[in-house]
Antibody, heavy 123, light 109 residues
Framework: EVQLVESGGGLVKPGGSLRLSCAASTFTFNNAWMSWVRQAPGKGLEWVGRIKSKTDGGTTDYTAPVKGRFTISRDDSKNTLYLQMNSVKTEDTAVYYC??????????????WGKGTTVTVSS | SYVLTQPPSVSVAPGKTAGITCGGNNIGSKSVHWYQQKPGQAPVLVIYYDSDRPSGIPERFSGSNSGNTATLTISRVEAGDEADYYCQVWDSSSDLPYVFGTGTKVTVL
C-alpha cells in the first residue's frame, strides 16, 4: 500500500521559514508527479503546487498566492518530497497534505494523500 | 480561473440516495474527480475520471458528468458516509490548473 507521511509542521512567526517533508514508501517515487494541497481551518481544499518527475522535466508550478515564496523540491534517492516555505503569512496557516498526482493528457487527480502536517503562522 | 460550485450541505436519511452536484462552465468537457473527507482525516479519492471507482470504494458511490453539472451519487446511504465531499477538475488553460469545488457537507439523518 502506498504511504505518504508528512512532517515538519509547527508554529512559525510571520515572515519566517519552515520546511515540510513528505516521505513516500511502497511505490516508484521517482516516476511520480507530486503535489501539495492545503486546507485552512474550517475551509476547503486548495492546491499549493506540483512537481513533475525528473524524467518529465522535474518542473514546478504553484498557485499565485505562494509563487515566489514557496519552493517544491524532491530527493528521489530518499523518496522524499519537500515544501520550503519562506516569508510566511498568517493566511498560510493550514494543514498541508502531500499527494500523488495521477495524470493523463486531459486530467490530473490526487489518488493518494498523506495524513497532513499542521502549519500555524502567528506572532 | 475556473470556478466549481457545490451546495454547502445535503441531508439524507439512511438507506436513501444522496446526490451532490458540482457546477462549472461546460464541465462536461472536463474530467471530474471526487474526494471524501471525514472529520479530522485526510481526503480520500472516491471517484476519478467522472465515474471510475478506485479499488476499495463501494459500488454505492457513482459519478456522472454532462453539460454544466457533474454529480456524485451515493446509494443506500450509511452513517459512515457522513463527510465533506469535494469535486476537482484540471484546467490546463488556467493560472490555477488544479481546481477544487467549494465542498458539500453530507449529513445522515
Amino acid at each position: 500500500e502506498v504511504q505518504l507521511v508528512e512532517s515538519g509542521g509547527g508554529l512559525v512567526k510571520p515572515g519566517g521559514s519552515l520546511r515540510l517533508s513528505c516521505a513516500a514508501s511502497t511505490f516508484t517515487f521517482n516516476n511520480a508527479w507530486m503535489s501539495w494541497v492545503r486546507q485552512a481551518p474550517g475551509k476547503g481544499l486548495e492546491w499549493v503546487g506540483r512537481i513533475k518527475s525528473k524524467t518529465d522535466g522535474g518542473t514546478t508550478d504553484y498557485t499565485a498566492p505562494v509563487k515566489g515564496r514557496f519552493t517544491i523540491s524532491r530527493d528521489d534517492s530518499k523518496n522524499t518530497l519537500y515544501l520550503q516555505m519562506n516569508s510566511v503569512k498568517t493566511e498560510d496557516t493550514a494543514v498541508y497534505y502531500c499527494t500523488t498526482d495521477s495524470h493523463g493528457t486531459y486530467y490530473h487527480y490526487m489518488d493518494v494523500w498523506g495524513k497532513g502536517t499542521t502549519v500555524t503562522v502567528s506572532s | 480561473s475556473y470556478v466549481l460550485t457545490q451546495p454547502p450541505s445535503v441531508s439524507v436519511a439512511p438507506g436513501k440516495t444522496a446526490g451532490i452536484t458540482c457546477g462549472g462552465n461546460n464541465i462536461g468537457s472536463k474530467s471530474v474527480h471526487w474526494y471524501q473527507q471525514k472529520p479530522g482525516q485526510a481526503p480520500v479519492l472516491v471517484i476519478y475520471y467522472d465515474s471510475d471507482r478506485p479499488s476499495g470504494i463501494p459500488e454505492r458511490f457513482s459519478g456522472s458528468n454532462s453539460g454544466n453539472t457533474a454529480t456524485l451519487t451515493i446509494s443506500r446511504v450509511e452513517a459512515g458516509d457522513e463527510a465533506d465531499y469535494y469535486c476537482q477538475v484540471w484546467d490546463s488553460s488556467s493560472d490555477l490548473p488544479y481546481v477544487f469545488g467549494t465542498g458539500t457537507k453530507v449529513t445522515v439523518l
